[in-house]
């Protein structure tokens, strides 16, 4: 039964906790920019996919709401919400107010976030400026709300009768405490597909009701990780259907998907443990990558298809996409090192490893016709990477050759340091040439792009390798291509594309960085690319003159050149002469670059196409949506 009294002689404890949590937030949710925001709504909706994941409810709806907060429903049993015997306060009380590590008030099993955000929807609580909690259950309805960050303002009580059961938890972040506190529809719907995808058969519905009409949009996959693939691969030439095994025989379940396509040159791996992604890896994916190298190699071998010799793993990886997803039980459940994005946990690499060896083992011998084509390929992978390897090395004794190509279109940077170059691909010869003059001699390079760089994404490396463009990029970059590339020769520590702020600037970019995702992956996973962003305005009268980027620069530009001002705005790169591009755009003390980074397969498919859009104002926007000026790791400041 619910209570009346507002448990107050419990909650000294708790309030002194929820206040350290709005003391030190960082500790909590790692951020109070974007990041951390959202991980707010992680935190509730991991509470719901953790009911569904017991199996119970069917349907998750999130609903960014008009006036700032964000409800996240469930259709489970309903958070119990008879008093605890222990603490004498409602078990739902318990949840949204004290800090709890994963299961510590459960006695789940598999914990969908177990071990990692782990601290549970009482963080949300602490750092929104209102909470309100519906439930139900047994056929009653039940309600209670707190405020300014966790306080108890309506306790648990019955409000009405019902049929159904399930959670609904609403809240508002509190603008104290965030930079920002606007939901990006982005971050919460590709976060609820990639959810969708791993939870098959749960609909999750979002539904965004500031915008009018209101935006929503459904993810149900009734296959799962199969239809993770078969979206990753959207793009490409299969060769072969998406294939996906499982294993629940143990208390650590495995289960994965793959396909291999013919015209990728990367490994495209992606592993989770108990559905949060492990970014780097871990004992799982160790044990996924021996388990397919040994099938291959000992299929090939009893089949006499190799002549005796070895397939490499990097043979047997090119061109594959593959999901795997562990389920490991808490106490099982190890990270290595600080950040949780690798999975320590021993046994899974024997275990996967296995698992992997005898299902992918029998499916060859099974399916002869295909197993024949991958040995194909491998084989290719293979000889394409010996050659180029000979390529390499004869290339390093042909330096000055190497020069010469590239001696019309590159301005070198004098430096022999690489790590400290940087290399600017620009559009246009117009702002080559400005960039050119008013560059930093000593660490930076101009490379002017002549017209739109070919699509990579429907072409064979043997015709990119044909296109002057990318070869001229290639030989300047110096690091191969492909399998080949070793992002330890890159002769520039940075690559930063710098193109006019429109349309078709954007589509450049978008060809570059698709050029660079296919062919040079590791510079974009190593954090080498960037986006410079030229300014929007200048603010100038007589001889002073204020750049600005966006909005609040421009007020703190007008007020500092004062009185009389008067604005331009740029357009074009073109615009500006070489001691403007160098002042806003190219010198490290006050350009402002975007560093790409590409985790988040999902995320690439959506922002390529957004970028090739038609709408002048999309990049702009994309901008505006996606850069996050308070995080300081999007910008580069001095240096
Ligand atoms: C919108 C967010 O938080 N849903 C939740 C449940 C259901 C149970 C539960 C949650 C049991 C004793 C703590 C119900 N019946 N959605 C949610 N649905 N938590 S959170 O139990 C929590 C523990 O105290 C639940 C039987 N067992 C568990």
Excluded at 183 to 194: P, V
Excluded at 215 to 225: A, F, K, P, Q
Excluded at 478 to 505: C, P, Q
Aim: with cysteine; hydrophobic share 35%; proline share 3%.
């Amino acid at each position: 039964m619910a209570n009346n009294r507002s448990y107050d002689a419990n909650d000294i404890e708790v309030l002194e906790g929820l206040e350290g949590v709005r003391k030190r937030p960082a500790m909590y949710i790692g951020s109070t920019n974007l990041s951390g925001l959202h991980h707010l709504v992680w935190e509730i909706v991991d509470n719901a996919i953790d009911e569904a994941l017991s199996g119970y409810g069917d349907t998750i709806t999130l609903i960014i709401h008009r006036d700032g907060s964000l409800s996240v429903e469930d259709h489970g049993r309903g958070i119990p919400c008879g008093i605890q015997k222990k603490y004498n306060v409602p078990a739902v009380h318990l949840i949204f107010s004290t800090l709890h590590s994963g299961g510590k008030f459960s006695n789940k099993v598999y914990s969908n976030s177990a071990g990692l955000h782990g601290v549970g929807a009482s963080v949300t609580n602490a750092l929104s400026e209102w909470l309100d909690v519906t439930v139900m259950r047994d056929g009653k309805i039940y309600h209670t709300r707190y405020e300014k960050g966790g306080k108890l303002v309506e306790p648990l009580k019955v409000i009405g009768e019902t049929r159904k059961t399930g959670t609904i938890v609403r809240f508002k972040p509190d603008k104290k405490i965030f930079s920002s506190v606007d939901f990006r529809w982005d971050t919460i719907t590709k976060h609820l597909q990639e959810s969708a995808f791993l939870l098959k058969k749960v609909k999750f519905i979002v539904t965004d009701q500031r915008s009018i009409p209101y935006n929503t949009v459904e993810y149900l996959y009734n296959e799962g990780l199969k239809e993770y693939v078969a979206a990753l691969n959207e793009n490409k030439t299969p060769i072969g259907p998406v294939v996906s095994f499982t294993d629940d025989s143990n208390d650590i379940k495995m289960e994965v998907a793959f396909q291999y396509c013919s015209n990728d040159y990367n490994e495209n791996i992606y592993s989770y443990a108990n559905n949060v992604r492990t970014h780097d890896g871990g004992t799982h994916e160790t044990g996924f990558k021996l388990g397919i190298t040994r099938a291959v190699n000992d299929y090939a071998e009893e089949k006499d298809l190799l002549h005796g010799k070895k397939l490499e793993g990097g043979d047997i990886r090119e061109g594959l996409t593959a999901i795997l997803s562990l389920r490991i039980p808490e106490e099982k459940l190890e990270y290595e090192g600080q950040t949780k994005g690798k999975l320590g946990t021993p046994e899974a690499t024997a275990l996967v490893n296995n698992f992997i060896y005898t299902k992918l083992t029998y499916y060859l011998n099974e399916n002869s016709e295909l197993a024949l084509k991958l040995i194909q390929k491998c084989v290719e992978s293979q000889q394409a990477r010996m050659a180029a390897r000979k390529a390499k090395d004869e290339a390093r004794g042909k330096k000055k050759n190497r020069e010469i190509i590239l001696s019309d279109k590159l301005t070198p940077a004098q430096s022999k340091d690489y790590a400290r170059n940087e290399l600017f691909i620009v559009e246009g010869e117009s702002a080559g040439g400005s960039a050119r003059k008013g560059r930093d001699r000593l660490h930076q390079a101009i490379l002017p792009l002549r017209g739109k760089p070919l699509n990579t994404d429907s072409i064979t490396m043997e015709r990119m390798l044909k296109n002057e463009e990318f070869a001229t990029i290639i030989n300047t970059i110096g690091a191969g291509v492909g399998s080949e590339f070793d992002v330890n020769d890159s002769r520039y520590g940075k690559i930063i594309i710098m193109t006019d702020a429109d349309t078709d600037g954007a589509h450049i970019q978008t060809l570059l960085l698709t050029f660079f995702y296919h062919y040079m992956r590791p510079l974009i996973t190593s954090g080498m690319v960037y986006v410079a962003v030229p300014p929007l305005y200048r603010v100038y009268k007589d001889k002073k003159e204020r750049y600005a980027w966006r909005d609040n620069d421009l007020e703190e530009a007008k007020a500092e050149v004062g009185r009389g001002y008067e604005i331009s705005r740029f357009k074009g790169l073109g615009e500006m002469d070489a001691e403007q591009l160098w002042n806003t755009t190219m010198n490290p003390r006050h350009r402002l670059l975007v560093r790409i980074r590409i985790d988040d397969p999902l995320l690439v498919e959506s922002r390529v196409a957004v970028l090739m859009g038609k709408d002048a104002s999309l990049r702009r926007k994309w901008v505006a949506e996606n850069v996050d000026f308070t995080e300081k790791d999007n910008f580069e400041e001095i240096k």
